[in-house]
Nanobody, 124 residues
């Protein structure tokens, strides 16, 4: 049983920064992969970034060079550092986890557990 809770969203001006957190609740947390996805109004949920527990991080082309996914070895937490934010980054951001390999890291259906999301709004 794994529960994920996102936090850190808010309102920021273009060019600003936010750090999102994804905290896992449970006795143990040893996922295969943890990812961040986002969904804007009227749009499909899209991949943002993922970290594979055995090694490797991955970022969508749209955020590469601006966003960085990481994990804290002392906590059951994954972060998404978001710099140089743009209005088009506005969306609800979700974290997700998979306990084993179920498909490509950039595919929504590959993940078993999802948080409730946190709103990020970037003003121009």
């Amino acid at each position: 049983q794994v529960q994920l809770v996102e936090s850190g969203g808010g309102l920021v001006q273009a060019g600003g920064s936010l750090r999102l957190s994804c905290a896992a609740s449970g006795r143990t947390f040893s996922p295969y992969v943890v990812g961040w996805f986002r969904q804007a109004p009227g749009k499909e949920r899209e991949f943002v970034a993922a970290v594979r527990w055995i090694g490797g991080t991955y970022h969508a082309d749209s955020v590469k060079g601006r966003f960085t996914i990481s994990r804290d070895n002392g906590k059951n937490t994954v972060y998404l550092q978001m710099n140089s934010l743009k209005p088009e980054d506005t969306a609800v951001y979700y974290c997700a986890a998979s306990t084993d390999y179920s498909g490509p890291y950039y595919v929504v259906k590959s993940y078993d557990y999802w948080g409730q999301g946190t709103q990020v709004t970037v003003s121009s």
